[in-house]
């Protein structure tokens, strides 16, 4: 036992046919002198492992028709592409076998291509592995730094030109032409500054809803009566003033209204109340989040869900904010109705409606 | 058998055996499972027989004179409409209390039966009634107009191709695919569950025919692609793409970085 003790961390041969650089279970930890030395040495290659192809002709052989099977593979595969593109229906679909009913034309152009594609590929990188040189091989990297005379030669170059051109006897030409150089991206700057667009003013905060316009349907235009709209209706609605509106998708993104009726009673804040008519309230369908159209309205809980990041407001509490990351709570539209009995909105929005802008406040 | 053993250990092994596993499950549930009994086969479309297979089926949650329970809504006004869409989809009678009905494709009552809960519970208040066939079939309808009909009204719960999409707390919009143009007529006009009433003066008879067409079109079309992957949209694809795309990628980096042997 006592010729394994190796204290001084030296690793010695274990005799049990293991090789002379194993090491016995038994041993353990072996405690080195602490410290990082001054140098590693180079540990150089790892020996080299040679492959069934460098050893066995039989095994060359065997790799090499398989290449030629992958590249036959890949040949095949455009054959039956081409075959495919002209016989194939492009209209016909039919059943495919874990996929359901597809367009044959476009599966089989989709496989046969990744049979062209992958056969390739993975005959040259098979054939790289197996068949090409693999001895290992080192090529030290030279200094970069250039020599003495080199760098010496530049710097004369330089000073040499800069007497020759007078650059230091005339400080007008020097300055000018530092002021030529500093300037010109100004030219380039300006347009893409410009080409932003015309400032916003007040369009943000504005929608098209204004006192008296009727509340249409989306996309019929036609006026809502009050008495249409019963308890557990959604009515997806724009301003009728749209007709006339020059930009019709601009001014539509701003201006869509969701207009439910609730139980009066199941409406909490008089504000809302207030803004309604008989429990029908209107709410800005943009989503104060980023503006998607908050559309989703569950009418036995009165939660209304924006489809795009799941921010949900309650309708019974002035649509506010119960879940996820909107801020704000919807804008209400109050509404009213007028002497033929359809509904009007009976002042625009009190504030800009959809996500927030640099300009908008906190209000 | 000794191949056999000497496989045990292999990394597949364990995956191999919990799929002879399931497959095992699976069949021996189907085979052992118990079946359906067959619903009362009595045929009558009077408002007396309704009222009987009311008190059979539907009295347990919705109460003894259909005027609700803790388990289930009062039903005077929902009109034959509601009656004709819950238990014509296999929806009613629900199999147990849960936060949404689930359409079931085994409907258990003959169309006489679910007409007679229909009369019944249409004699105890005026409610939507069921649809005139005209407008239910979608024939003759403008499959463009009825498409921006439900884009507007409909695509921001049901998915613009009618692929359905989740709500809050387990609820969900169902996909309306080779749904029956009479169903989907009076899902909108009795509004079930969470969803919003859509009444005649909201969108005419007329333009829910267009929606019915524009319904019926999607199912006819053809998938021009491969697997369709639920029509979700980015997210049932993406993780596709994760799971395959990049698991073969990994794969393929694997390969190209180990030394042939």
Not at chain 1, 336 to 355: H, W
Not at chain 2, 62 to 86: E, I, M, R, S, Y
Request: proline share 7%; aromatic share 6%.
């Amino acid at each position: 036992m006592s010729e394994h003790d190796t204290p001084h961390g030296e690793v010695v041969g274990t005799g049990d046919g293991y090789g002379s650089t194993a090491v016995r279970l038994d041993q353990g930890h072996v405690e080195g002198t602490g410290g990082l030395p001054a140098r590693f040495e180079d540990p150089g290659l790892p020996p080299h492992v040679a492959r069934m192809a460098d050893l066995d002709e039989k095994g060359a052989k065997r790799a090499e028709k398989q290449v030629a099977a992958l590249f036959g593979l890949s040949s095949l595969g455009t054959i039956l592409f081409i075959v495919a593109y002209f016989a194939i229906d492009p209209e016909k679909s039919g059943f495919i076998p874990g996929i359901g009913n597809a367009s044959i034309y476009n599966v089989v152009l989709g496989i046969t291509m990744a049979l062209a594609l992958l056969g390739c590929g993975v005959g040259a990188v098979h054939w790289a592995k197996t068949l090409m040189p693999d001895s290992e091989s080192v090529e030290y990297r030279h200094t970069q730094r250039a020599s003495d005379e080199d760098r010496q030669r530049v710097v004369t170059n330089l000073m040499d030109g800069g007497e020759k051109a007078q650059l230091g006897r005339r400080p007008l030409i020097k300055f000018s032409l530092a002021g030529a150089l500093a300037l010109p991206p100004l030219a380039i700057l300006l347009p893409l500054v410009g080409g932003l667009g015309p400032l916003p003013k007040d369009q943000l905060s504005t929608t098209m809803w204004k006192k008296g316009d009727r509340l249409v349907r989306d996309p019929e235009r036609t006026p809502i009566r009050a008495d249409q709209v019963t308890i557990g209706s959604v009515f997806h609605v724009l301003p009728e003033s749209i007709k006339d509106s020059e930009h019709v998708l601009e001014d539509k993104a701003k201006a869509a209204v969701l207009l439910m009726r609730l139980n009066p009673e199941d409406i909490k804040p008089q504000k809302e109340r207030d803004w309604g008519h008989e429990g029908i309230v209107a709410y800005s369908k943009i989503c104060t989040h980023v503006g998607c159209p908050v559309g989703l309205y569950e009418q036995q809980t009165h939660h209304l869900l924006c489809p795009c990041h799941q921010s949900t407001f309650d309708v019974t509490q002035d649509c506010k904010v119960i879940f996820g990351p909107a801020k704000r709570p919807l804008p209400q539209l109050k509404i009213t109705v007028d002497s033929e009995g359809y509904l009007v909105a009976d002042a625009p929005f009190r504030e800009a409606v959809g996500p927030s802008f640099w300009e908008r406040g906190s209000a | 058998m000794n191949a056999l053993a000497a496989r045990r250990r292999h990394p597949a092994a364990i995956a191999l055996l919990l799929l002879l596993g399931l497959i095992l499950t699976g069949v021996a549930y189907s085979t052992f499972a118990p079946k359906q009994a067959d619903a009362a086969t009595a045929a009558a479309s009077s408002v007396e027989e309704g009222k009987k297979l009311f008190l059979a089926n539907c009295a347990t949650c919705h109460g003894l004179q259909a005027q609700g329970t803790k388990a289930g809504p009062a039903l005077p006004g929902v009109g034959a409409a509601a009656v004709d869409f819950q238990m014509g989809t296999g929806r009613m009678p629900m199999a147990a209390p849960n936060v949404q009905a689930p359409r079931a494709d085994e409907v258990r009552f003959t169309q006489e039966q679910i007409s007679a809960v229909a009369a019944y519970i249409a004699s105890l208040a005026p409610g939507p009634a069921v649809p005139d066939a005209e407008y239910t079939t979608g024939e003759g309808g403008d499959v463009a107009l009825g498409a921006e009909l439900f884009r507007v009204n409909c695509a921001m719960c049901h998915n613009f191709a009618g692929s359905g999409g989740a709500l809050t707390r387990g609820k969900y919009a169902p996909a309306l695919r080779d749904i029956e143009g009479k169903h989907i007529y009076e899902a909108m006009v009795t509004g079930p569950q969470s969803m919003p009433v859509f009444n005649d003066d909201n969108i005419s008879p007329e333009a829910k025919n267009d929606i019915v067409a524009y319904l019926h079109e999607v199912d006819k079309q053809e998938n021009v692609g491969g697997m369709a992957l639920g029509n979700l949209g980015p997210v049932s694809e993406g993780l596709f793409v994760w799971i395959f795309g990049l698991g073969i990628m990994v794969g393929f980096a694997v390969w190209l970085g180990r030394k042939a042997a």
